[in-house]
């Protein structure tokens, strides 16, 4: 089966400080992989894609960043974060049938 | 770009039938997803329609008609399990990355 390992689950962050979220996937090759961000009560904004090792694509300008160093391996990092980083990050990837399938997510909360 | 809308909450009892509908403006269309979400929780995937019509899965259906850009998921036989968010959702033809829309709340009552 193809899974999404995503962590850590929950982490509270003072302002200013580094950020490393990770993700790995399981029992696929080459996947494409996505880092969306949802802020309470609210939709999921596209934060970066991956559609391979090394190849990062931003959809909205901002603070964070990510990386793709191995095949199934994608971090979202911030060197200082800001209290409007604050929310629930979730890792994905694309499966048959074009569906995207998501992680468990990261509740990040930014004091 | 691309934009969803799609009615922020719907409230039904127990047992009935409801629709979300979802329209959508895209430049590139692949196809309409559906996903739940329960509070807390990562979004799931409920359906897919790549083609104009009606996906039956279980007591959820899923509708699509191209030439309007306009989609609904019908959800029969309500239980309280299904109070959740439901996001419709387009890929985009470059990225292959979906874009959501903002959500509908579902309350189902006793």
């Known amino acids: 089966s193809q899974t999404i390992h995503q962590w850590p689950a929950t982490l509270v962050q003072p302002v200013g400080s580094p950020l490393s979220l990770e993700c790995t996937v399981e029992?696929?090759?080459?996947?494409?992989l996505y880092w969306y961000r949802q802020a309470a009560g609210r939709g999921l904004q596209l934060l970066f894609y991956?559609?391979?090792?090394?190849?990062i694509s931003s959809e909205v300008p901002q603070n964070l960043s990510a990386s793709r160093p191995q095949d199934r391996q994608f971090i979202l990092s911030s060197k200082k974060l800001l209290l409007s980083d604050s929310g629930f990050y979730l890792c994905a990837r694309l499966g048959g049938g074009n569906t995207i399938y998501f992680g468990e997510g990261s509740w990040l909360t930014v004091v | 770009g691309q934009s969803l809308e799609q009615p922020s909450e719907v409230t039904a009892v127990e047992g009935a039938i409801v629709q979300i509908n979802c329209t959508y403006q895209t430049s590139g269309f692949y196809g309409l997803s559906w996903y739940q979400q329960h509070d807390g929780g990562a979004p799931t995937f409920l359906s897919y329609?790549?083609?104009?019509g009606l996906e039956e899965t279980g007591r959820f259906s899923s509708f699509l008609s191209r030439s309007d850009s306009y989609g609904y998921l019908l959800l029969q036989e309500l239980q309280m399990k299904d109070s959740a968010s439901y996001f419709c959702a387009v890929l985009d033809t470059g990225r292959r990355a979906l874009t959501f829309g903002s959500g509908t709340r579902l309350q189902v009552q006793p």
């Open positions: 029992g696929t090759s080459n996947p494409n």
């Open positions: 991956s559609v391979g090792i090394g190849q």
């Open positions: 329609n790549a083609l104009d």
